[in-house]
């Protein structure tokens, strides 16, 4: 497991909202960028793990609950291990909403004939707001704060932010 000040113990770490899973190249760009726009825009830590053949009786014995969990499909040695996986997270984290990310992809879908396996795919390379709009469909996250936060970050107050006062 990779950490970062985003994703260190909610103790000494900055103040989380949830936690969320990245199963890719913990240290990969992909990886990076999600872990700082989940805390940026919902404040959920994301832990990043490289998927091998422990991976699964890992999940089995963690004992907190996921909000979401990302899925990078290109390093998995085989599709298999990626579905087994997803399915393994939908049975032992049903409210997990699960995001799938690939090259291999042809575009984003949100639709439902990956349901079973997932929520939403998106193509690598993923966005900052391909993500956050993911984010808005698969949960229950507010984007008043980001907005407020975005709207001050100029010095000047916008329309949008006095509006969501």
């Not at 049975?91 to 396996?117: A, N, Y």
């Not at 704060?145 to 916008?158: A, K």
């Amino acid at each position: 497991m990779n950490c970062s000040r985003k994703s260190v113990s909610r103790r000494l770490g900055p103040k989380c909202k949830g936690i969320a899973l990245l199963v890719g190249r913990p240290l990969g760009v992909t990886c990076t960028d999600i872990r700082n726009w989940a805390y940026d825009f919902a404040k959920i830590s994301v832990m990043g793990v490289s998927f091998c053949p422990d991976t699964l009786r890992w999940l089995e014995k963690l004992d907190c609950k996921l909000d979401f969990a990302v899925v990078d499909l290109d390093h998995f040695a085989t599709i298999n291990q990626a579905i087994e996986l997803c399915l393994a997270l939908r049975r032992l984290q049903p409210s997990c909403k699960i995001v799938l990310v690939s090259d291999d992809v042809s575009r984003d879908d949100f639709g439902s004939e990956r349901k079973p396996i997932a929520d939403a795919t998106l193509v690598k390379p993923v966005s900052r707001t391909r993500f956050i709009d993911t984010l808005l469909f698969i949960g229950p996250y507010d984007e008043t704060e980001e907005v407020q936060q975005l709207s001050y970050s100029f010095g000047i107050p916008t329309i949008s932010a006095i509006e969501r006062r």
